[in-house]
Structures are given as C-alpha cells and as structure tokens.
C-alpha cells in the first residue's frame, strides 16, 4: 500500500469513529477537508491533519469520554504517517 493510500485509510477510519460523535462533528469535517486536499497535494494534506490533531490534543481534556484509548491509537498512527509524508 502507497503512503498515500494508508494516509487516506487511516484518515477515513478516524472520520467515521469521529463521526458517531455530535461533539467531534467540526474537528471530523475538518479532517475530511484535510483528506480531500490531501488527494491533490498530500504534504498540504498531512500538514493540515497535524495541526488539526495538535490543536484536537490541547482540547481533549474537555472531552475524556471520547479519548477512548483506539481512538488515541488511530490519532497516534495518522500522526505518525503525516510526519513521515512530512519527513518530520
């Protein structure tokens, strides 16, 4: 599988976990956005995902009931794509 396609798999996978949750609708469309233009430029892509989850990780703590420890994991490993596509 290509950086490319694990990126959007991975970025997919935590949209829909996101997306059963009305709290985390805005941050999941965010990150939505993040994949589209990630098709056409992926480092714009990832680079938009890493701010995206940064900024997701100094707000978490208002909302601990969400931060299950998969969805921890998922954020943990599309981090970890996005700033090897960044060669962070």
Known sequence: MSVSSEFQRVLADLVAQLGHSEAEATFAA?????????????????????????RRGAAAAANLELDSDELQERMRH?????????GR
């Open 78 to 86: 599309l981090r970890a794509i996005c700033r090897a596509i960044l």
């Open 30 to 54: 965010a990150l939505a956005d993040a994949g589209t233009r990630g098709r056409k430029d992926l480092s714009d892509g990832a680079a938009r995902v890493v701010g995206l989850l940064e």
